[in-house]
């Protein structure tokens, strides 16, 4: 049966992927599950929180800095990437969204190539080719149009009318630094505009109409949520676990489960609710069992980017009234690392169309 989370006005239905409401139906309550032979589920808020706690993160289970075809990828390196991609997004929140931009059309893809081009501006088409979601589908063709680009002739020079991002592919010296330049490209922008258009989308879908009174941020905690931008988060075997519960074998890797611990009914009133106004009391770095951006250990260092870029767009939306097609009942959730309903319909009020 599809998950009931629904907006009392719009009577939407979110649809999981059968392996994610199985997880719902099967394990919502528990704190450990044995999902495989070696693999434990973990949705206890506070057994997530120790385990978590127990060790950092190796850098393969670092989702955007794992090792990029096969060069490891040092801290001190993503630390400066991320400085980097920041500030081509500091410099596009300096520019307000024109009064006319049209973002009615199926998001989260609309969102996705509006976001494409506030923040990368005139970068490359090598470049920003890179953020297509048609990439997502096999990574073998995401480094065959990586090793064409690094390929190709007359490379633009350094300079500012570049982002800072494409900046590092501009000075690349030889081709084998130029195709790892284009991966990190892509390792530092897609994630921000695949991310914050399916966190709109997520918010849209679940809450909108919105009231006037009801702030961004309370909107898009609350979507984050119900639908969590990682659905789980691997640790792989390692001694420490077994010491913080005897469960776990020496030999299992541990998920946690956001989706489940975001659900349990022993930490959020009317869990399946959509109630942004929870967040009016709620600290979002201070509430247990809530990590949509990884554990207070170790946040995602991009969360201080995805927020206010995820609240210009929904004030834009909000301010020009759009709103979700009324004919459109249900929205399907896929099983893919970044979890978000896979197509919604926005368009003015009066004109959108029913799905």
């Not at 500030?87 to 059309?105: C, H, M, N, Y």
């Not at 990574?139 to 149009?145: G, L």
Request: with cysteine; charged share 25%.
């Amino acid at each position: 049966m599809p998950s009931a989370i629904q907006q009392p006005t719009a009577r939407r239905t979110t649809v999981f992927a059968p392996r994610l409401q199985a997880l719902i139906d099967d394990h919502l309550g528990k704190d450990l599950v044995r999902l495989e032979p070696d693999t434990i589920g973990v949705a206890g808020a506070e057994l997530s929180d120790r385990i978590l706690a127990a060790r950092r993160a190796t850098e393969t289970e670092r989702p955007t800095f794992k090792p990029l075809h096969g060069r490891s990828i040092p801290k001190s390196e993503a630390s400066a990437g991320i400085r980097t991609i920041g500030q081509d997004i500091r410099e596009a929140l300096t520019r307000p969204i024109p009064e006319r931009t049209d973002l009615s059309g199926p998001w989260p893809a609309t969102g996705h190539m509006f976001l494409r081009d506030m923040i990368l501006r005139d970068d490359p088409y090598r470049l920003r080719v890179l953020m297509s979601r048609k990439l997502e589908i096999d990574p073998k063709v995401t480094w065959a149009t990586i090793g064409v680009g690094a390929a190709l002739p007359r490379r633009p020079a350094p300079g500012p009318h570049l982002t800072h991002t494409a900046n590092l592919f501009a000075e690349a010296k030889g081709y084998h630094d130029r195709r790892y330049a284009m991966g990190i490209y892509r390792r530092l922008a897609a994630p921000v505009c695949f991310t914050i258009s399916t966190l709109v989308a997520n918010a849209l879908w679940l809450g909108s109409p919105f009231d006037d009174s009801v702030p961004n941020r309370g909107i898009l905690y609350e979507a984050m949520r119900l639908l969590p931008p990682s659905w789980n988060l691997l640790r792989n075997r390692s001694p420490e676990y077994p010491a913080v519960d005897s469960r776990i074998g020496p030999g299992d890797d541990v998920l946690m489960l956001p989706l489940l611990t975001h659900r349990d009914p022993a930490l959020w009133a009317a869990p399946e609710e959509f109630r942004p106004e929870r967040w009016d009391t709620l600290d979002p770095d201070g509430t247990p069992g809530y990590m949509p951006f990884g554990h207070a250990s170790e946040r995602c260092w991009g969360r201080h980017m995805v927020m206010p870029l995820a609240e210009l767009l929904l004030d834009h939306i909000r301010r020009t009234g759009l709103v979700v097609a009324p004919g459109q009942r249900t929205a399907e959730v896929p099983l893919l690392g970044l979890l978000g309903v896979k197509e919604i319909h926005l368009g003015p009020r009066s004109k959108v169309r029913h799905v």
